[in-house]
């Protein structure tokens, strides 16, 4: 079994594009702010989550990038949606046409932790006052969030 699935894939074709799935989550604290991650590829914030590895599902890749990130354990509660209309270009020279799939999620146990390789803070935000967002597709979902649209796809 492929443990790294994006390790394996570049060694075999480089920076060329390519088609990625990723599956992130929405967290909210008590007093309604969601939780954004600084990332360390960008320096800049998005939202918590990452590629589905190949023997995973969207949902369990959303749950081990939450651990991973943030040392959260969370629960998946519900599906938010798909955006499917990205193209990134990552600081090494990667390509990827991005398909996201977003989950609102649930805290379970845990405590914050940004003491990882791709985390370069954890704070959650008021979503009336939120930082510069990495990327249009985390934007767009936040701005589905913040416009309380119930299920978004492109």
């Known amino acids: 079994m492929i443990k790294d699935y994006i390790k394996y894939i570049r060694q075999l074709i480089g920076h060329k594009p390519v088609i990625l799935t990723y599956a992130g989550g929405v967290l ?6 969601i939780l954004l991650q600084k990332r ?12 589905i590895e190949y023997y995973e599902t969207a949902s369990e890749a959303c749950i081990r990038e939450f ?4 040392g959260l354990n969370v629960t998946v ?6 955006d499917s209309s990205g193209k990134q ?6 390509q990827a046409k991005s ?27 008021p ?20 416009n309380n649209v119930d299920i978004f796809y492109d």
């Open 28 to 33: 909210f604290n008590n007093k309604g702010e």
């Open 40 to 51: 360390s590829d960008f320096n800049k914030w998005g939202l918590i989550g990452g590629t």
């Open 67 to 70: 651990k991973e990130e943030t």
């Open 77 to 82: 509660t519900k599906f938010l949606g798909i």
């Open 89 to 94: 270009k990552y600081p090494n020279g990667d």
């Open 99 to 125: 398909i996201l799939i977003f989950f609102k999620v649930q805290l379970l146990s845990g405590k914050l932790n940004d003491k990882n390789s791709e985390t370069l803070e954890l704070r959650f935000f």
């Open 127 to 146: 979503l009336d006052s939120l930082p510069q967002i990495f990327n249009d597709q985390h934007m767009r979902v936040l701005n589905n969030i913040k």
